[in-house]
């Protein structure tokens, strides 16, 4: 099958390119998914993430290689397997960024990147309950929704704690600026997800210069005696299929299945390649690494007030909230259980917002084994969870097999900083403060781990290190900037040295941003595929 285009990876980013490139009718674009459709009632409802966490149907289930800091842990990595991708399966916090985390991306020697280049991109890709303003959009496919005025009364505690330390409040992390204490947004529309499968593949799928493959898993890319990728084989239904491409192949698999395409099709670091008898194509060194992500670890509290636990625990409760959602769109399975948080400096002499934190009126304990559900803690229970905002560690990723059916080692050498280190003290810290207020302990009966044992900063640590885990942010791994030796793409996301293939998706970061990264990896789609548009014009 020959087209003018072809994407692999129908995920946040995947979903958005096939619908720009297929918008002005021009060129014919085959959009590749290794899974199936998004089609479930659980993919719709906001609190069906909870059905995707461990289901291999729909997830790709990823373990990381044991972690030396964090007691030798494998930590869970769970990716979207599905159209859609981890869009389809994520927590729908809408989170932008920092001003000063794009602006750094410019700084690393891509023009274009800086905040006041791409906030036109977020805009266009929004549309704010709130409508349109100097910060937002209001005629885009993804629906925003503030939560604030529909949070449990324990999040307001925690609001109140916030003041009460005389941090400040912030009603929009999407605004003029990410810092402070407040409520945070989801990408929904009408208690509904809004993702871009929903909101730009589905529509864009009625055209007829636009076919999506499922389960067509990508084994290699193919190239041409001059060097320039021209094409995909798969498996799709155990049987081997190739696609060409007579403009470009746009690779938008992610973090983690991205650079194991490049490294599988010889692009990557010669001394793997040949390890495994794969033919180097192009020495990129940088494939694979670079792997940042987000690490959090829960402190949980027993609750002296009702919370959403018992309410969650039983077959009542739970027939409660969903009769609340068929019949008025609204209530606690109409948003994200991620409710309240922010951004906070950890010291006061810190150049900006470092920690991040969620405030989640529901205690729930994720368990280790697949098979087990998650459940709410036996008793009425909140948690403040909390992240480092910029880690400085650094991963990588890498194959360690020639078939494409083998899933890649993740290293992403978590703690191995001491500014990391430093930073789990700051935000332990930072949570025991907002907690021992007037405010939220009055609502508070008492902490239930790491507990008040817990007393020094050498068992803090080892309690981090004991219980944190990913908080899914996975993003670095074919990192933009000019130096083919430390980057794999140009700033107009082509591949450095390999004609015919870009890269967009957040593998590209060349820095994790503050907040979740959903919405900037949909910014970044974005914005290239008026780059791919601009250049073929």
Same mark, same amino acid.
Not at 451 to 463: I, R
Not at 518 to 529: D, F, I, L, R
């Given at each position: 099958?020959i087209?003018?285009?072809?994407?692999?990876?129908?995920?946040?980013?995947g979903?958005?390119?096939?619908?720009?490139?297929?918008?002005?009718?021009?060129?014919?674009?085959?959009?590749?998914?290794?899974?199936?459709?998004?089609?479930?009632? @659980?993919?719709?409802?906001?609190?069906?993430?909870?059905?995707?966490?461990?289901?291999?149907?729909?997830?790709?289930?990823? @373990?990381?290689?044991?972690?030396?800091? !964090?007691?030798?842990?494998?930590i869970?990595?769970?990716?979207?397997?599905?159209?859609?991708?981890?869009?389809?399966?994520?927590?729908?916090?809408?989170?932008?960024g920092?001003?000063?985390?794009?602006?750094?991306?410019?700084?690393?020697?891509?023009?274009?990147w800086?905040?006041?280049?791409?906030?036109?991109?977020?805009?266009?890709?929004?549309?704010?309950?709130?409508?349109?303003s100097?910060?937002?959009?209001?005629?885009?496919?993804?629906?925003?929704?503030?939560?604030?005025?529909?949070?449990?009364?324990?999040?307001?505690?925690?609001?109140?704690?916030?003041?009460?330390?005389?941090?400040?409040?912030?009603?929009?992390?999407?605004?003029?600026?990410?810092?402070?204490?407040?409520?945070?947004?989801?990408?929904?529309?009408?208690?509904?997800?809004?993702?871009?499968?929903?909101?730009?593949?589905?529509?864009?799928?009625?055209?007829?210069?636009?076919?999506?493959?499922?389960?067509?898993?990508?084994?290699?890319?193919?190239?041409?005696?001059?060097?320039?990728?021209?094409?995909?084989?798969?498996?799709?239904?155990?049987?081997?299929?190739?696609?060409?491409?007579?403009?470009?192949?746009?690779?938008?698999?992610?973090?983690?299945?991205?650079?194991?395409?490049?490294?599988?099709?010889?692009?990557?670091?010669? &001394?793997?390649?040949?390890?495994?008898?794969?033919?180097?194509?192009?020495?990129?060194?940088?494939?694979?690494?670079?792997?940042?992500?987000?690490?959090?670890?829960?402190?949980?509290?027993?609750?002296?007030?009702?919370?959403?636990?018992?309410?969650?625990?039983?077959?009542?409760?739970?027939?409660?909230?969903?009769?609340?959602y068929?019949?008025?769109?609204?209530?606690?399975?109409?948003?994200?259980?991620?409710?309240?948080?922010?951004?906070?400096?950890?010291?006061?002499?810190?150049?900006? /917002?470092?920690?991040?934190?969620?405030?989640?009126?529901?205690?729930?304990?994720?368990?280790?084994?697949?098979?087990?559900?998650?459940?709410?803690?036996?008793?009425?229970?909140?948690?403040?969870?909390?992240?480092?905002?910029? /880690?400085?560690?650094?991963?990588?990723?890498?194959?360690?097999? /020639?078939?494409?059916?083998?899933?890649?080692?993740?290293?992403?050498?978590?703690?191995?900083?001491?500014?990391?280190?430093?930073?789990?003290?700051?935000?332990?810290?930072?949570?025991?403060?907002?907690?021992?207020?007037?405010?939220?302990?009055?609502?508070?009966?008492?902490?239930?781990?790491p507990?008040?044992?817990?007393?020094?900063?050498?068992? !803090?640590?080892?309690?981090f290190?004991?219980?944190?885990?990913?908080?899914?942010?996975?993003?670095?791994?074919?990192?933009?900037?000019?130096?083919?030796?430390?980057? &794999?793409?140009?700033?107009?996301?082509? &591949?450095?040295?390999?004609?015919?293939?870009?890269?967009?998706?957040?593998?590209?970061?060349?820095?994790?941003?503050a907040?979740?990264?959903?919405? /900037?990896?949909?910014?970044?789609?974005?914005?290239?595929?008026?780059?791919?548009?601009?250049?073929?014009?």
């Open positions: 099958m087209s003018d285009f072809i994407i692999v990876g129908a995920g946040s980013a979903c958005i390119l096939a619908n720009r490139l297929s918008e002005n009718g021009r060129y014919s674009v085959v959009l590749l998914e290794a899974g199936g459709r998004d089609n479930s009632f @659980w993919f719709k409802i906001p609190v069906g993430y909870a059905k995707s966490y461990y289901n291999p149907s729909v997830n790709w289930m990823y @373990w990381t290689e044991p972690e030396p800091e !964090l007691d030798n842990r494998r869970y990595v769970p990716r979207g397997k599905v159209q859609g991708g981890s869009g389809s399966i994520n927590a729908m916090v809408f989170v932008r920092a001003v000063t985390d794009f602006n750094d991306w410019a700084a690393a020697g891509n023009p274009g800086d905040y006041d280049s791409i906030l036109p991109y977020f805009k266009r890709l929004e549309t704010h309950a709130e409508g349109g100097e910060w937002h959009g209001a005629n885009g496919p993804i629906h925003v929704t503030p939560m604030r005025g529909s949070t449990h009364a324990v999040s307001d505690a925690f609001l109140a704690g916030c003041k009460e330390l005389g941090l400040p409040l912030n009603e929009d992390f999407n605004g003029a600026t990410i810092e402070g204490a407040g409520v945070y947004d989801i990408n929904t529309r009408r208690g509904q997800r809004s993702h871009s499968s929903a909101e730009y593949l589905r529509p864009a799928l009625r055209r007829s210069n636009l076919t999506i493959e499922h389960h067509a898993h990508a084994r290699r890319l193919l190239v041409d005696n001059q060097g320039k990728v021209e094409g995909v084989e798969v498996s799709q239904r155990g049987e081997a299929r190739t696609f060409k491409a007579r403009r470009e192949v746009i690779l938008a698999t992610g973090a983690v299945g991205t650079p194991q395409l490049l490294q599988l099709s010889g692009f990557g670091d010669g &001394v793997l390649l040949s390890r495994h008898g794969i033919e180097v194509r192009r020495e990129l060194p940088a494939v694979g690494r670079n792997l940042q992500d987000h690490l959090c670890a829960s402190f949980y509290y027993r609750a002296n007030c009702p919370t959403l636990n018992a309410s969650f625990a039983s077959l009542f409760g739970q027939a409660t909230f969903a009769l609340q068929l019949l008025t769109g609204r209530g606690p399975f109409a948003m994200s259980v991620n409710q309240a948080g922010g951004f906070f400096r950890g010291k006061a002499t810190a150049a900006r /917002p470092n920690i991040q934190l969620y405030f989640n009126p529901l205690s729930y304990r994720i368990p280790n084994n697949p098979k087990a559900g998650l459940k709410p803690e036996p008793y009425p229970g909140f948690l403040i969870a909390f992240n480092s905002c910029r /880690p400085t560690s650094r991963g990588e990723i890498y194959i360690t097999s /020639p078939d494409a059916t083998v899933a890649p080692a993740i290293r992403p050498d978590y703690l191995s900083t001491d500014h990391d280190i430093d930073e789990v003290l700051q935000g332990s810290h930072l949570v025991r403060k907002i907690a021992g207020t007037t405010a939220l302990g009055a609502v508070t009966e008492e902490e239930v781990s507990s008040p044992a817990v007393d020094t900063d050498e068992k !803090l640590v080892d309690y290190r004991a219980n944190s885990g990913s908080i899914y942010h996975l993003c670095g791994t074919c990192a933009m900037g000019p130096d083919p030796q430390g980057f &794999v793409v140009d700033s107009r996301l082509r &591949v450095h040295g390999v004609p015919g293939l870009r890269i967009i998706d957040a593998s590209i970061f060349p820095n994790v941003t907040g979740n990264i959903n919405a /900037p990896t949909m910014m970044v789609a974005e914005k290239g595929a008026e780059m791919i548009l601009q250049d073929w014009r």
